[in-house]
């Protein structure tokens, strides 16, 4: 059934008990608030075993805190199997309301009140009022049971958590978390977060136990509304003596310098351990760094239930960049453990190629010359080589890497004299991180090779060995010239009369005849 045809039942209800206390229909409140109550998961069941049948009301205004608290509805029906709870409240007839202020109906299902004996359970309704018809519909409110307590610890402290409640209307602003034996009051007041709990701690020896009160928002101050029933109890029993130690924590993978492909899993690894904690107890927080900024890996975040070892795959984010993982593992005392990897390098770009030898185009390629591809970044040694080829096909291929794997030399069989090949690096060629990023297209380089090799012709279509040695002669000649001139004699100068001789003359020897004696002497 509509929410209207509810409310126009609510309607009949109210106008019922008025004549059935002589109010005249001309005397009306001048403002009735009405709506329904379901129990919990939307229970409309008629019968004691629906807590919306049991559930009792308070009203107040959090925009005028002023105005009086009305406890109880003026009517209320129970639910009938097809259509929820229904109340309504003349909150007109004690407050001096103005349209605009906003009115917060809480409900609550307590044990021991209205025949109720099962869990507590509350909700809350709020709506704005507004002037104009008399019986205003402020909407349904369906009952949450109370959330549910776990305790844990050892020794001198006891450590509770809570889930928080839905809260549809979100209302709710806190919890107030009681401990027998102990104080009459709250020992802890805890604000409405993603993971509820408190650590007690310095506690003797004993049994200890625990239950919360649900807060809801009373003004615009800070005030609070603080529910009648509370949750069931969660005891613990702790021996009392020596403190709490910090657990341990170390991410084991990736390491330092490891890369990840953008937009990928990136399985993140680690071990963790306390002395006091049970391992699946430990609340764990993995978040990412770029320079001085944390940035969560959503999926642990204040998390627990793993194992040790643990991991989780991670998909990482679009980036081109080095990022640290760091690791944060607290126990239920609130100590403390971290580990980081400091640079782990996120890729998101595919890779390229720099340049291949012979470059496309060349010719008079050497017959066994070396093809040598450089990558723009570290490649998959494996992949790479496989996503090779020449066509036409060569045997014999061998591959050297180079250069932190962004060059690799391809040997071969000797190419065919004389004859066109093409290079092709086809996309399987991927880079170095995980899983890796391929080619965005593939590569080819057309090369054609010269007569031997030694390579191909020069220009004009001579073997480069003939250049060589032809130059190679004209040097012999040239050199052989310019001895050959250093050792030719140079010509006598015409003979001049000296008046000294360079070095004495010897003495010319008489003819024999004149020294033979004369005759007759």
Known sequence: MARKAWIAIALVVWLSVLAFHGVSVSALPNHVVAGGVLGPGGDVSSGPGNAANAAGMVFYSTSQPSYTVL???????????????????????????????????????????????????????????????????????????????????????????????????????????????????????????ASMNYNDTGLAGGSYCYTVQVNYRRDLTGGVYGTTGRSERACRTISGGAGNTPPTAAITAPVTGACGTGGQGLTIRWTMSDAETAVGSLRVWLNYTMGTTPNPIAGVQDRTGFSSPASYSWTTPMLDSNVGIVLTVMDTLGLKATSTVAAVKIDSTAPTIVSTQPAGSATGVATNAAVVITFREAMNTTATEAAISFSPTVTGLTFAWSSGDTVVTVGHAAFAANTPYTLTVATGAKDACSPGLGLATAYTATFTTGASSTGGTGPGGIDPLWIIIAIIIVVVVIVALLVMRRRKPSAAPPAQARSEPDAPMEESSPPEESLAPSAGR
């Open 71 to 193: 406890v109880g509805a003026d009517s209320y029906t129970p639910a009938t199997g097809t259509v929820p709870a229904l109340f309504g409240k003349d909150v007109g007839a004690t407050w001096n309301w103005a349209d605009g202020d906003v009115m917060v109906a809480v409900i609550e299902t307590v044990r021991g009140v209205n025949g109720w004996n099962a869990v507590n359970s509350t909700s809350s309704i709020d709506a704005i009022l507004r002037v104009g018809a008399t019986v205003q519909d402020v909407g349904n409110g369906t009952l949450e049971t109370f959330p549910t307590i776990t305790a844990s610890g050892s020794t001198n402290y006891v450590f509770t958590q809570w889930p928080r409640l839905a809260d549809a209307n979100g209302n709710i602003v806190s919890y107030s978390l009681y401990r027998t034996p102990g104080p009459a009051s709250p020992i802890a007041t805890v604000p409405t977060a």
